[in-house]
């Protein structure tokens, strides 16, 4: 209980921090920045006693923020426009309650076209992003945990 009360807390301080709206650019040349949820929804698992805390039945992924602005107002965003160079991204996973937030940097190239691969990690509570270039799926340019 006082983990979801601490988490209430920082989401709704979070909310009340001033952060702009990422005004995504426009023209030619932009890099292309998209998530690929690997994550799997949790099992409902009928046979176990006792009182569950509800949960979600999505496993839910998005692209979070970039460069400090939020993509969008309501959860995230499947995919956006970066202009070529150093971004610092921020992305956001949620499994059945257990919501965690992960950030890299990465400088992106003119044109190129990126996912951010998000799949469980092998601890309990703890997701991998994987930034790959779309056209070479088994070469990972950047691994975090968070």
Known sequence: ?????????????????????????????????????QLSAPAD????????????????????????????EQAGAESVQLEPGKHSIEVFADQGGILRFGKFRYSFVENGTYQVRITAAGGKDD???????????DTVL???NF
Do not use: H
């Open 127 to 137: 997701y991998t992003l994987e930034l790959i270039e779309a056209g070479a799926p």
């Open 45 to 72: 698992d009928a046979t176990d006693s006792g009182w569950q805390m509800p949960t979600s039945s999505d496993a839910k992924a998005s692209l979070f923020k970039v460069d400090g602005e939020r993509i969008s």
């Open 142 to 144: 950047k691994t975090k």
């Open 1 to 37: 209980m006082l983990r979801i009360l601490s988490l209430c807390s920082v989401l709704a301080l979070a909310g009340c921090a001033s952060t702009g709206m990422y005004d995504a650019p426009g023209g030619d040349g932009l890099a292309t920045l998209s998530i690929d949820n």
